[in-house]
């Protein structure tokens, strides 16, 4: 079991940044896949991207490529989402979600056994 908790959510302007972070407790991020979701009311939960712990690959979704950048700390118990260049489009709440490595491509949004609570990311024009 990993306990998964967000932080970091705010509000900014169009074009300003924000650093979203994800904190294990119970277990370390080794063998695991993290995933960021964002969802916004009303609509299907969107996933943007995720890390291989394991070798350190990543995904972008299309929506946030070349502007949002995923990184992981050394101790394997925390990640970051930088996000740049932000779209008032890019408003929703965002989760953090974890799941083990093995039998996953990583662009895929299935498995992911274990969420955070969410935190808002407000962009306004």
């Known amino acids: 079991q990993v306990q998964l908790v967000e932080s970091g959510g705010g509000l900014v302007q169009a074009g300003g940044s924000l650093r979203l972070s994800c904190a294990a407790s119970g277990r370390s991020f080794s063998s695991y896949d993290v995933g960021w979701f964002r969802q916004v009311p009303g609509k299907e939960r969107e996933f943007i991207s995720a890390i291989r712990w394991s070798g350190g690959s990543t995904y972008y979704a299309n929506s946030v490529k070349d502007r949002f950048t995923f990184s992981r700390d050394n101790a394997q118990t925390k990640v970051y989402l930088m996000m740049n260049s932000l779209k008032p489009e890019d408003t929703a709440v965002y989760y953090c979600?974890?799941?083990?490595?093995?039998?996953?491509?990583?662009?895929?949004?299935?498995?992911?056994?274990?969420w955070g609570q969410g935190t808002q990311v407000s962009v306004s024009s």
């Open positions: 979600a974890a799941r083990g490595s093995y039998g996953f491509a990583l662009s895929s949004d299935f498995g992911f056994a274990y």
